[in-house]
């Protein structure tokens, strides 16, 4: 089984990526949150330059491969959000002069303010805009492209024709996230979405890799989604590793069969060592420690789910006002006494 790490904007960005594959890893692709801008605007930037991600790039040999044409296996891929054939070549070819292999399309992100501008899971809504639109970047791109989809805007009523669609081109990898924009993240995932498309698959003979996405936070989880669709073998998991880091090594142990270790001192220590890596880096790139706090407070949103039984710590760690108040908040939800 494949695990992969789904970008999250405003959270997985090269310190969260850096300190994660450091204290937990488990991942075999990470994926940056979406690059939009053509001239790359601070943040893209910095998320993808490769002195901030040496632990994920190829090496100079391979990267010369690359070059020559040869195929790699990318550990870390970015991922472009447009919906114009120009700035998608634009931003690809400065990838991979920075020595990127591979990038990911975003046609999955179900925000109002881009589904509007036809982009990410609105562009769904225009099949046929979108088939030019892959038509011209698979064919002037030299880089590999694997895409991130929903299933449709509204419904799933033009599922099929999206398949059809994606069929015709060499696909590095599907990532199908299976709800409809509208449904955002509250919507139950829609199964037959992912029915239709491995029944289309044994119908055609596509040989496009399928990677799922959604709404796997738990081992219990994992193995229901593992008991229906068997035939599945890449797994993109998001919130659910905000929620708990160990968890690609949780879904690793079921696979294998074996049992999961005991919440040891250990792994809380890696819990606060992990924690403390991430608040030094915004600390040292962001300006004042209110942006810091609320970085880090949009974490615990997530993190949290860590610390069972610790909510009024949790409750003063949403309080704080200040980083005297975090960190000690911080402190007693780790219990500690210093």
């Known amino acids: 089984m494949q695990y992969e790490l789904a970008p999250m904007e405003g959270i997985t960005g090269y310190l969260y990526r850096n300190a994660y594959v450091k204290y937990f890893g488990g991942m075999d692709r990470y994926y940056t949150p979406f690059i939009s801008s053509t001239g790359l605007n ?35 891929v970015p ?66 492209i694997s895409i991130k989809t929903r299933i449709g805007v509204a419904d799933m009523e033009n599922w099929e024709e999206l398949l059809e669609i994606y069929e015709k081109y060499p696909v590095e990898e599907l990532i199908i996230h299976p709800r409809v924009q509208q449904d955002y993240y509250k919507h139950p995932i829609r199964w037959e979405g992912m029915e239709s498309v491995l029944a289309r698959w044994e119908r055609t003979g596509s ?7 959604g709404e796997i936070h738990s081992p219990a989880e994992y193995q229901a989604f593992r008991q229906r669709f068997p035939q599945i073998q890449r797994v993109m998991l998001g919130r659910g590793v905000l929620k708990n880091p160990f968890l690609a090594e ?12 005991e919440d040891t001192e250990q792994r809380r220590r890696m819990l606060w060592d992990f924690h403390r890596e991430l608040l030094s880096g915004y600390r040292e790139i962001m300006s004042g420690d209110q942006n810091t706090l609320f970085k880090m407070k949009e974490l615990w949103t997530y993190f949290g789910e860590s610390f069972p039984g610790k909510e009024k710590a949790l409750k003063k760690i949403r309080k704080a006002g200040n980083m005297a108040q975090y960190e000690a908040a911080v402190r007693e939800a780790f219990d500690c006494k210093t």
């Open 42 to 76: 601070h943040k893209e930037l910095n998320d993808v330059l490769p002195e901030h991600n040496a632990a994920f790039l190829l090496g100079k040999e391979v990267e010369e491969k690359v070059g020559q044409g040869k195929e790699t296996h990318p550990r870390l």
């Open 79 to 144: 991922q472009i959000l447009t919906n114009k054939t120009e700035d998608f070549l634009i931003i690809a070819d400065r990838l991979r002069q920075m020595g990127y292999s591979h990038v990911n399309l975003n046609l999955g992100c179900p925000s109002g303010t881009v589904a509007s501008r036809g982009r990410g899971a609105g562009f769904l809504g225009y099949p046929r805009q979108l088939d030019a639109f892959l038509e011209e970047i698979y064919e002037k791109c030299p880089l590999a």
């Open 207 to 213: 040989d496009i890799p399928i990677c799922y996405n």
């Open 250 to 261: 949780r879904l690793g142990r079921w696979e294998q069969r074996q049992q999961d270790p």
